[in-house]
C-alpha cells in the first residue's frame, strides 16, 4: 500500500497541477468564468455560509481534543489546600482550633513506552481529519453554489416561456369570444379555450413559485438576501465551448493525479494510522510506566500552637505496574487490529469508489456534450424558422397564428438549450472538482492551511 501511495505522490509532483500537454484547461470552462454574478455569489458562498462556520467551530472542538491528548507528556501542576475547624478530646478545651494544610506538587510522566506520544498523535490525526472534512465542505459548497444558480438562470427561461404561453392562451381566447359574440364561434370553442388559458395561468404560477424558491434556498444556503441573486442573472446560460471526443477521453490522464488529491482518500489513510497508534497504545498497557515528581506538604500551627507544624519537601520517582488484567489489554489489541484491517479496506474501498466516481463523471460529460450539440443545433433550426414562417405570414401562404405556434416553439426550444447548457456546465464543473482542480475551492482551502 505504501508503494501505491509513493508511485501516486510521484505522479502528483511530475504531473502539471492544472493540465498535461495533451488534456484540457477544465478550470478554464467553469461557468463562473463568463457569469460574473456567480463569481461574486461564491466567493459571498466561501465566506458567509453556516455550513462552513459551522465546520470552524467542529474543528475548534478538535483542536481542543489534541490539546488534552498532548498534555500529559507534559509536566503537571498540582496543589490542594483544606482548612478546617478541629477539636482535640485529649486536652479536653473548650475551644475549637484552626487547622490549614496545604500541597504543591510538580510531576512529569517520564516513560510510558511510547503511549503518550500516540496518544498525542491521535489527536493530530484526528484534527487533521477534521480539517479534511472542512476542506471537502468547501468542495460541496462550490459545486452545490454553481448548479443552483445554473438551475435559477434555466428557470428564469422558463418563467419567460411560460408567459408567452399565457399571452397566446390569451390572446386567442380574446380572439374566440369576439367570433362568439359575431355569432361566428361556439360556446364550446370559447369553453375550451378558456380552460387552456387557466391552465396556462396556473402553469406560470407553479413556476414562480418554484423560481423563488430556489432563489430562496440558494440565498439560505450562502448566507444572502434574495434579491441580489435575481439582480444579477444573466438573460440565459452562457454557450460553453465544448470539448471533442478526443479531449473528454484524454481526462483519464488526470485520474492518477486525482488519487493523490482526493480528500475521502486521504482520511482514510488517516484513519489508518489514527488505529495504527491505538494498537501501539493498547500493546503497552502491562507495561511499567515511569514518572518523577516534586513538591511540598505543610500543616500550619494553629492560633494557640496547639498542633505541632509540620512541613514536608518530597521528590521521587513513580511507577505503575498493571500485572494482570483479565485479558483487557487483549482485547484491546484485538479489537485495534481488527479496526485497522477495517480501515484498509475502507482505503481500498475510497479508491475504487473515486475511480468509479472519474469514470461516471467522463460518461455524464461525453453524454451532455452529445446532447447540447443536438440542442444547439436545433435552437439554430428554431431560429431559422421563425424567419422563413414570417415570409410566409408576409406573403398570405400562411396565417398569423402560425407564426406565433413557431415563437412559443423558439422559446420552448431555448428552454431546453439553457437546460443542456446548465447540464453540460454541472458536468464541468463536477470533473474539475473531483480531480481536486477547482480554483476557487482550493484558494479558500490554501487560506485555511497558511
Given at each position: 500500500m505504501d508503494k501505491i501511495l509513493g508511485v501516486l505522490a510521484a505522479v502528483a509532483i511530475i504531473s502539471s497541477p492544472i493540465a498535461t500537454a495533451s488534456t484540457p484547461d477544465l478550470a478554464s470552462q467553469l461557468p463562473e468564468t463568463s457569469l460574473n454574478g456567480l463569481t461574486n455569489l461564491l466567493d459571498v458562498a466561501m465566506t458567509g455560509a453556516e455550513s462552513l462556520q459551522m465546520r470552524e467551530i467542529v474543528e475548534q472542538d478538535f483542536e481542543g481534543r489534541r490539546l488534552t491528548a498532548a498534555a500529559p507528556q507534559k509536566l503537571q501542576l498540582r496543589g490542594s489546600t483544606n482548612y478546617r475547624k478541629e477539636y482535640d478530646f485529649e486536652r479536653e478545651e473548650d475551644e475549637l482550633g484552626d487547622r490549614l494544610a496545604y500541597s504543591l506538587a510538580l510531576s512529569k510522566t517520564v516513560y510510558h513506552w511510547g503511549a503518550m506520544e500516540a496518544n498525542r498523535r491521535k489527536g493530530e490525526i484526528n484534527l487533521e481529519m477534521e480539517e479534511l472534512s472542512t476542506f471537502e465542505a468547501y468542495r460541496r459548497l462550490a459545486l452545490d453554489v454553481r448548479r443552483r444558480y445554473l438551475q435559477i438562470v434555466v428557470a428564469n427561461r422558463d418563467l419567460e416561456l411560460k408567459q408567452k404561453t399565457l399571452d397566446r392562451r390569451r390572446a386567442n381566447l380574446e380572439l374566440e369570444q369576439k367570433r362568439l359574440d359575431a355569432g361566428t364561434a361556439s360556446v364550446v370553442q370559447v369553453y375550451n379555450l378558456e380552460i387552456q388559458a387557466n391552465a396556462a395561468e396556473l402553469d406560470l404560477l407553479k413556476a414562480e413559485n418554484s423560481f423563488n424558491d430556489q432563489v430562496d434556498g440558494l440565498a439560505r444556503l450562502v448566507g444572502s438576501d434574495s434579491q441580489p441573486i435575481i439582480d444579477t442573472l444573466p438573460a440565459e446560460v452562457p454557450e460553453p465551448t465544448t470539448l471533442d471526443e478526443q479531449q473528454v477521453d484524454s481526462l483519464s490522464e488526470l485520474f492518477e493525479q486525482g488519487f493523490s488529491k482526493n480528500l475521502s482518500i486521504k482520511q482514510r489513510r488517516k484513519s489508518i494510522d489514527y488505529y495504527q497508534e491505538d494498537l501501539h497504545i493498547a500493546q503497552q498497557r502491562n507495561k511499567p510506566k515511569f514518572g518523577v515528581s516534586l513538591g511540598v506538604t505543610q500543616f500550619e500551627l494553629d492560633e494557640a500552637g496547639r498542633n505541632r507544624a509540620q512541613e514536608i519537601l518530597f521528590g521521587g520517582v513513580s511507577v505503575s505496574w498493571n500485572i494482570f488484567d483479565s485479558g483487557t489489554t487483549k482485547g484491546s489489541v484485538v479489537s485495534a487490529m481488527a479496526r485497522i484491517e477495517q480501515m484498509k479496506r475502507l482505503f481500498e474501498t475510497a479508491r475504487s469508489d473515486y475511480l468509479y466516481e472519474l469514470e461516471r463523471a467522463q460518461k455524464l460529460l461525453d453524454l451532455n456534450r452529445r446532447i447540447l450539440e443536438r440542442?444547439?443545433?436545433?435552437?439554430?433550426?428554431?431560429?431559422?424558422?421563425?424567419?422563413?414562417?414570417?415570409?410566409?405570414?408576409?406573403?398570405?401562404?400562411?396565417?398569423?397564428?402560425?407564426?406565433?405556434?413557431?415563437?412559443?416553439?423558439?422559446?420552448?426550444?431555448?428552454?431546453?438549450?439553457?437546460?443542456?447548457?446548465?447540464?453540460?456546465?454541472?458536468?464541468?464543473?463536477n470533473m474539475t472538482s473531483l480531480l481536486g482542480l477547482d480554483p476557487l475551492a482550493q484558494k479558500f482551502i490554501e487560506r485555511r492551511t497558511h
Open positions: 440542442d444547439e443545433e436545433a435552437l439554430n433550426q428554431a431560429r431559422k424558422r421563425i424567419g422563413e414562417m414570417q415570409d410566409e405570414v408576409d406573403e398570405g401562404r400562411a396565417p398569423a397564428s402560425s407564426l406565433e405556434n413557431v415563437i412559443i416553439s423558439l422559446a420552448s426550444q431555448e428552454v431546453r438549450t439553457n437546460r443542456s447548457r446548465s447540464e453540460y456546465h454541472n458536468a464541468i464543473a
